[in-house]
């Protein structure tokens, strides 16, 4: 899973919020994962990655550079949470990431879910509570 948000953009559409249930995130103008319509960005411009336990930032061949937190990077270049990727006029913010190993989007809520119930958090009587409505 990669978490992330568009805070700056041309494309106000794009402008918010992401949480994609993916290893591989394709960004561009064109028949990619994110759709960004900005003057400066090529049809596959880029794609973010996870690696096991390592994010990765991937120019396309075509791309002649890219900011990395204000300062030009050319190569694939490793993210951390906090990490702004700006391409063209639009900036991409990492929130967190997480590798999926082949799971489906169900499996990871399922995890999540159980992470949060194991925590005994006084939400989860409200849950429980829900959870029998639901039946």
Do not use: C, W
């Amino acid at each position: 899973m990669i978490q992330f948000e568009i805070t700056e953009s041309p494309d106000q559409d794009v402008v918010g919020d992401y949480h994609l249930f993916k290893n591989e995130i394709y960004l561009g103008t064109l028949l990619t994962d994110i759709i960004i319509k900005d003057p400066e960005i090529r049809k596959s411009h880029a794609f973010i990655e996870v690696v096991e336990n390592v994010l990765l930032f991937h120019p396309q061949k075509d791309v002649p550079f890219y900011l990395l937190n204000g300062k030009r990077a050319l190569t694939i270049r490793k993210l951390k949470a906090g990490d702004v990727v700006q391409m063209g006029q639009t900036k991409i913010k990492i929130i967190g990431f997480s590798f999926s190993a082949n799971q489906t989007r169900k499996e990871i809520l399922d995890n999540k879910l159980q992470q949060f119930m194991n925590q005994q958090d006084a939400r989860l009587d409200v849950i429980e509570k829900l959870g029998q409505l639901m039946k």
